[in-house]
């Protein structure tokens, strides 16, 4: 016989269950926007934003804000982001340029992207940025192409990103297009996709160097964006974790996967490691666009040797329309 008042009894359990779980996401998410901030907004309240994390390397500001300065598209809203800092110069440029200007007390990466995209209430579609990364022509409606062109394939992606020679992922595929992997083997050894400390890609100046074209090898970002961006539209899973200072995503992805994670202890890289994660959990995986090319200037433990060479080398970061 079916005993009505143990099923009647499961279904409050279970109404109880999911009332107390969006409470806790409610919560959730509550804690994930709470700081102290100061807001200079110069929005258009747009549907597509642009959040820029700057404030340590100013040196690299002409070229890298020059870039979007010049390739940013009308239809948007841009804001600069300084976490645990105020930056005159940057304050000074989003003044100049119109961009709105989001700096916060406490120094956590998570939480200013989190509370930028909070205020910007119309923002559908979200491009992050760091500030050492040196975007490319059409780089923002080529994106959105090819987070568009990924839907009507076999995955719904969580997270679009471009390829950056740079990059434990992008660096393989960028010598495998070019057809260079024959000669970077025999220079540093058998390439792997691979996001570790210890890995070549983020560790030796000279790799760096090599894929911002100093012996004319590989070809310059512009270039190559230039080319690729002809090729058959194609979009593949990323399967490591993959070092997001150029990504794209949804609103509604990002409401989904309840913010990026706060952490009052030790931030940096949690906001990487989580979206890499649940990506995966979530199965709406981060995805590259084959199409679409930027540059870094280089990992950590590059950043003083690379530094040298962008300052005795800015003609190799300048885009030739700037």
């Not at 220079?187 to 004319?216: L, M």
Request: overall charge positive; proline content about 3%.
């Amino acid at each position: 016989m079916i005993n009505k008042q143990k099923i009647k009894k499961e279904i409050k359990r279970s109404r109880l269950y999911n009332n107390f779980l969006l409470w806790y996401q409610k919560i959730l998410k509550s804690h994930r926007i709470r700081g102290k901030y100061v807001f200079e907004n110069r929005s258009g309240n747009h549907e597509i934003l642009c959040v820029v994390l700057a404030g340590y390397k100013e040196y690299l500001y002409p070229a890298v804000f020059g870039r979007i300065n010049i390739f940013s598209e009308k239809n948007m809203d841009i804001c600069i982001l300084t976490s645990g800092m105020y930056s005159k110069q940057v304050d000074e440029m989003c003044r100049e340029n119109n961009w709105s200007y989001l700096r916060t007390r406490s120094n956590n990466v998570s939480l200013i992207q989190n509370i930028a995209i909070n205020l910007h209430k119309n923002a559908k579609m979200i491009f992050k940025l760091d500030e050492d990364i040196f975007i490319t022509e059409d780089y923002f409606k080529n994106m959105l192409l090819a987070y568009q062109h990924a839907q009507l394939g076999d995955y719904e992606p969580g997270v679009m990103a471009p390829l950056i020679p740079l990059n434990g992922y992008g660096y393989v595929r960028i010598l495998q297009k070019l057809n260079l992997m024959d000669i970077f083997t025999k220079r540093f050894g058998v390439p792997k996709h691979r996001r570790t400390d210890d890995s070549p890609i983020e560790n030796d100046c000279q790799i760096a160097k090599f894929f911002w074209g100093e012996e004319g090898i590989v070809p310059s970002i512009d270039e190559m964006n230039a080319r690729f961006s002809c090729e058959p539209r194609e979009e593949r899973v990323c399967g490591i974790q993959f070092s997001i200072g150029a990504i794209l995503f949804s609103r509604e992805y990002w409401e989904k996967i309840h913010y990026f994670p706060v952490s009052r202890i030790r931030n940096l890289g949690t906001d990487e490691r989580y979206l890499c994660q649940v990506c995966c959990t979530s199965s709406r995986p981060l995805m590259v666009s084959e199409n679409v090319v930027v540059g870094h200037l280089g990992f950590q433990n590059q950043n003083h040797c690379m530094k040298d060479y962008y300052l005795a080398h800015k003609k190799l970061f300048i885009t030739h329309d700037m």
